[in-house]
């Protein structure tokens, strides 16, 4: 990376050359997308670390479906706020300062997490790590918007959600890569958890020294931060905005409580597979998304269409549902099919906001967003695992996984509206280039 800082000469004159009009190069911005994207790696993995101990915490804490389902529920419950000031935040405090300091809130939760078997102390661990993890991701989030706006954003996008999904698919497969920690208990597992948190850690405060560094040197072109706060305006984005948030709430209503709460469960008791194996299965569909986000990012870069391809990949999500419940299809089959929806849907949703939003409001928007989207996290954490202890759901009653199934598709098919709705706004005389492709850059 050194190749990348021109040498600063002596002289109180030759302090100001180095910065004018040079524009921070494709080698320092991509250095910059690796180490927020390690951080994401750190953060996903601590989140995602729930889903292969359900079983444990239940045979060995006496912990019920709704308690579990409420240990990813309240990672939430801060976020319907929090996550808002977070995105004010970083549009005020910078993305460097704002990732490095919820990176350490979530280092603090995730080891509070792991400290005590009482479900009221893992509870305000998950609660502490959600305060720093949500706004941890929108600064980096806003971070991306900045550092790659008009060169291959959604690309970058893909190749951020990429290596963070690699901690989701290492979370899942733990179990089987760290067999030892699971034989120990519930414990080991969660100090795990914690070392990832760490690491977030450590790429978030790498990342604060290089950009320090490079805004030294180069125009980094930063937007100015509002003068001030204006609680109403938070209204009046534009209406394909909103679709954008719609799709977003509905969409990641379906994906984490299902595939990060109940998932490995669901597959252990309604089809007799083993945590191990259940967990394999489970994490392929992270698996998928590490090669075919950036793929997909880079290809609604090259041929626009983003509001199509957000509707068919939330239309893929639904059909997995009725084939979970009612017919004897693979197992594979359901597992491609969100594979390539959560690899699609998120590679195009979130590089949309900056062709919808004024650059000095991106943080603003992304936490808005995200808010929105913990409110639809917490409330179907906490549906879907009382729909299951109401239904009596276990491995001698797995028709009581029923309902559970039916919410997540209702949902799905929402997401489809809100999508077929964006797509009708910007292929009309309102909107914003979103089904076009975006212009070829040089860097």
């Not at 479906?65 to 970083?90: E, H, R, W």
């Not at 706006?149 to 690309?155: C, E, M, T």
């Not at 998120?346 to 590089?351: D, E, N, Q």
């Not at 967003?369 to 299951?388: R, Y």
Request: hydrophobic share 50%.
């Amino acid at each position: 990376m050194s190749d990348d800082f021109p040498p600063v000469s002596s002289g109180p004159q030759a302090a100001d050359k180095p910065r004018r009009g040079l524009p921070p190069t494709p080698t320092l911005r991509w250095s910059v997308l690796i180490l927020i994207s390690v951080a994401m790696f750190g953060n996903y993995y601590a989140y995602d670390s729930i889903g292969p101990l359900a079983d444990h915490l239940q045979r060995l804490l006496g912990f019920t479906d709704t308690q579990i389902g409420l240990l990813n529920a309240i990672y939430s419950l801060p976020n319907i706020f929090m996550v808002l000031i977070g995105g004010i935040i970083a549009d005020r405090m910078g993305t460097r300062k704002a990732t490095l300091l919820f990176a350490a809130i979530c280092l603090v939760g995730v080891v509070i997490t792991a400290i005590s078997p009482s479900f009221y102390v893992m509870a305000a661990g998950r609660l502490i790590f959600g305060l720093g993890a949500e706004s941890m991701i929108v600064a980096i989030t806003t971070a991306l918007g900045q550092w790659f706006v008009g060169r291959q954003l959604g690309f970058a996008f893909g190749v951020n959600l990429s290596i963070a999904r690699a901690g989701s698919w290492a979370a899942d497969l733990s179990p089987t890569w760290a067999k030892y920690f699971y034989d120990q208990g519930w414990q080991p597992p969660l100090w795990l958890a914690s070392a990832f948190a760490l690491v977030a850690l450590i790429a978030s405060a790498a990342y604060y020294v290089l950009e320090v560094r490079a805004e030294a040197h180069y125009d980094l072109e930063r937007p100015a931060p509002p003068d001030r706060i204006v609680w109403s305006d938070l209204w009046r984005f534009d209406r394909s905005y909103w679709y954008v948030v719609g799709l977003c709430v509905t969409f990641y209503a379906v994906i984490f409580p299902f595939r990060s709460t109940f998932a490995i469960k669901y597959f252990q008791h309604a089809h007799g597979m083993s945590l191990q194996d259940a967990s394999t299965l489970n994490s392929y569909v992270f698996f998928a998304a590490i090669f075919a986000t950036p793929a997909f990012g880079l290809m609604v870069d090259w041929i626009g269409r983003r509001a199509f391809f957000m509707a068919a990949g939330t239309f893929m999500l639904f059909a997995v549902f009725p084939l979970l419940g009612y017919t004897h299809a693979s197992l594979w089959i359901s597992t491609v099919l969100i594979g390539i929806s959560f690899s699609l849907v998120p590679a195009v949703l979130w590089p949309a906001v900056p062709y919808l939003v004024e650059p000095n409001r991106l943080g603003t928007a992304y936490g808005l967003m995200t808010m929105l989207q913990n409110v639809g996290l917490m409330s179907i954490n906490i549906l879907a695992g009382a729909l299951n202890d109401q239904a009596g759901a276990s491995a001698e009653n797995p028709g009581g996984y029923l309902p559970m199934l039916w919410l997540f598709a209702g949902l799905s098919l929402f997401g489809f509206v809100f999508a077929a709705a964006l797509r009708r706004r910007e292929t009309g005389p309102e909107g914003h280039d979103l089904e076009k492709p975006r212009p070829r850059s040089k860097s």
